[in-house]
């Protein structure tokens, strides 16, 4: 893992170097209730020529994870902007948790204003990667997406292969009303579920700002994200959409994702298939996720 250390922002973790020696800003974004994160802003290096980027992350990831892709596309024109989930990454405060699905649905709304409102365009390119991309289909299925110039779903955490134990759900259970803020363990601490790369699997092994836990609340919301994406009417997404998978998924359930997102698009999503594992990010070559990325955020 490389440290990096990033303009008025505390030290943070990615396992990739600049190719040009900096990396981005941190700028500040204060929630609807007053929640203060951060978001990482990778600026073109001419001016802006394309809608700019609203990148989410999944859930034991955050924005360092994916910094390189955020570059990729900033160097393709897009101001990207990773905003970085709240009780997630170097944010300490509530760590792991969030409300309801409603506030998580909020802040998402919050940072589409920020980047409107920072960059004066009229509409961003939404990019939701594994639980962040969960999170990104359940706003476009339910709320304004007028607002929203195209979704890229990047192994959307919507149909998952892996889950948490029946003991840790009579446990979420038990606790949501008297201790919503009780943590559970996040089932995901196998390297492996995410990529073949080894120095990727370090990086994961090594990495403190990786959410292991989170609380009952944010469990139930996650859940519940699910439920309106499951119960919202087929051709709920009208935007262009484009949704990347990769064929070697061991967290996810690609067919069944696959199957949603038609149903959401009313089959009018593109569906992009390549090799590797969850992570498409931390392959040997990413190349090709590349390119297919700055194509999808190009609509």
Excluded at 185 to 214: H, V, Y
Aim: proline share 6%.
């Amino acid at each position: 893992m490389r440290p990096l250390t990033l303009q008025n922002a505390p030290e943070y973790s990615t396992p990739f170097s600049s190719p040009t020696g900096s990396w981005p800003d941190r700028e500040p974004l204060a929630l609807s209730d007053g929640y203060a994160t951060g978001v990482f802003h990778h600026k073109p290096t001419g001016p802006a020529s394309r809608a700019p980027v609203l990148y989410l992350h999944g859930i034991q990831s955050h924005p360092g994870w994916f910094f390189a892709s955020a570059a990729s596309l900033s160097d393709a024109g897009h101001d990207v902007f990773q905003v970085a989930r709240r009780g997630s990454g170097a944010n300490l405060v509530d760590k792991g948790h969030a409300r309801s699905a409603g506030q998580l649905l909020d802040d998402v709304q919050t940072a589409i204003r920020f980047v409107l409102d920072r960059t004066g365009a009229e509409k961003v390119a939404l990019v939701g990667v594994s639980w962040g991309g969960k999170l990104a289909a359940a706003y476009c299925a339910k709320r304004d997406t007028s607002e929203i110039a195209s979704l890229t779903l990047i192994a959307p955490g919507i149909a998952a292969r892996v889950d948490v134990s029946l003991a840790t759900k009579i446990k979420i259970a038990s606790c949501l009303l008297a201790a919503p803020k009780t943590l559970v363990t996040i089932p995901l601490d196998a390297p492996e579920l995410f990529t073949d790369n080894e120095p990727m699997r370090q990086f994961l092994r090594d990495d403190k700002l990786s959410l292991r836990k989170a609380s009952v609340r944010f469990m139930y919301a996650s859940r519940r994200l699910e439920q309106m994406i499951s119960r919202a009417p087929q051709g709920s997404i009208k935007i262009p959409t484009t949704l990347i998978l990769s064929d070697d998924d061991q967290i996810i359930d690609s067919p069944s994702v696959a199957e949603i997102i038609r149903r959401l698009t009313a089959q009018n999503a593109e569906i992009i298939s390549l090799n590797g594992k969850h992570t498409l990010e931390f392959e040997e070559d990413p190349s090709e996720f590349h390119k297919t990325l700055r194509n999808a955020c190009a609509k």
